[in-house]
């Protein structure tokens, strides 16, 4: 039961986020962990739950009180650094998104040499698209 719960949070984490599946299953090992020492200790299944998902509410509004917008490209490219720690890469995906927008489609595939290439396609205004270098 425990493998198949860590299993279904990676998966919401990861379809709602992209990111912190590893995060997420890091934090749901501790509290199981927990709240299976209480329950040992003689605390309630059902309240254990509860002071659960009342935390859960309190952390996820706490956190929508220090979230703020993306603004620029530099911030962009700082988040990105934060993820794969190259500069070059995370300013050519600021890049990227800075023209696609926060919502765009983007991709990525190795490249074949060793230096990272960027190449995106703009849709004009019609039906057809053009690449853009």
């Known amino acids: ?18 990111d912190g599946s590893a995060t997420a299953v890091a934090l749901l090992q501790g509290l199981l962990h927990q709240a299976h020492r209480y329950i040992a200790a003689g605390a309630s299944p059902a309240l254990v739950g509860q ?3 009342s935390a859960l509410l309190r952390v996820v509004d706490a956190l929508e009180v220090r979230a703020r917008p993306i603004e620029s490209r530099a911030e962009l490219a700082r988040v990105a650094l934060g993820v794969v720690h190259d500069h070059a890469l995370s300013a050519m995906i600021a890049e990227v998104v800075e023209s696609v927008g926060l919502e765009g489609p983007c991709s990525s595939k190795m490249p074949e040499e060793l230096s990272p290439a960027l190449f995106f396609a703009l849709p004009r205004r019609g039906s057809s698209e053009r690449a853009a270098t």
């Open 1 to 18: 039961m425990g493998a198949m719960l860590a299993r279904h949070v990676a998966c919401s984490v990861f379809e709602a986020t992209g």
């Open 51 to 53: 002071g659960i998902t």
